[in-house]
């Protein structure tokens, strides 16, 4: 079955830019899914961040828009994300997940194991 | 963007009891919600989508139901691997995507 796993710095300094990729296996990125990233704090709790079709079509929260990029990269079946001038507030576990949509219906499944990434000099 | 309630924060619950977490949209959603459920140091697990749809391998005691702003997530009988964080999500407005904050069902 499709598995997801998130890689990247667990640590960036205050103002710089966050990257993280998500590999998945088991599947192939070009089926007819979206590929999301969701992050989670105490605070905010589950935080949709944005989502890309393997065309490269993507669709962002509109919060966070402006300093959000995923893109995909459909010959290492890897998508990414990143995420620009962060500051302590993006301190988060960060998910890349699957978000299949069937029959009128979506959901998020599966979702990686989780990143904890924090916003600190 | 729509906002998720879920009520209560926390549950205080005995194994073997029923159990009825409750989600409620700020506005309509139609069916269009999925549950989750998380323990510590794991990714959410999916439950139920389409409000009441249980995806093969989840077990058959829990149940969703509702439609509309007004939502639950029935567990019949608790098991201890019950005891986690439960999240609803709507899918309806988009985007975001939102989440309700969580109801932890702890054990009495």
């Known amino acids: 079955q499709v598995q997801l796993q998130e890689s990247g710095p667990g640590l960036v300094k205050p103002s710089g830019t966050l990257s993280l990729t998500c590999a998945v296996s088991g599947g192939s990125i070009s089926s007819n899914n979206w590929w999301s990233w969701v992050r989670q704090t105490p605070g905010k709790g589950l935080e949709w961040i944005g989502e890309i079709y393997h065309s490269g079509r993507t669709n962002y929260n509109p919060s966070l828009e402006s300093r959000v990029t995923i893109s995909v990269d459909k010959s290492t079946s890897h998508f990414s994300l990143r995420l620009n001038s962060v500051t302590a507030a993006d301190t988060a576990v960060y998910y890349c997940?699957?978000?299949?949509?069937?029959?009128?219906?979506?959901?998020?499944?599966?979702w990686g194991q989780g990143i904890l990434v924090t916003v600190s000099s | 963007e729509l906002v998720m309630t879920q009520s209560p924060a926390t549950l205080s619950v005995s194994p073997g009891e029923r159990v009825t977490l409750s989600c409620r949209a700020s506005?309509?959603?139609?069916?269009?919600l999925a549950w989750y459920q998380q323990k510590p140091g794991q990714a959410p697990r999916l439950l139920i989508y389409g409000a009441s749809i249980r995806p093969t391998g989840i077990p058959a005691r829990f149940s969703g139901s509702g439609s509309g702003t007004e939502f639950t997530l029935t567990i019949s009988s608790l098991q201890s691997e019950d005891f986690a964080i439960y999240y609803c999500?709507?899918?309806?407005?988009?985007?975001?995507?939102?989440f309700g904050q969580g109801t932890k069902l702890e054990i009495k």
């Open positions: 997940a699957r978000f299949i949509i069937s029959g009128g219906n979506s959901w998020f499944d599966p």
């Open positions: 999500q709507q899918y309806n407005n988009w985007p975001p995507y939102t």
């Open positions: 506005q309509s959603i139609s069916s269009n």
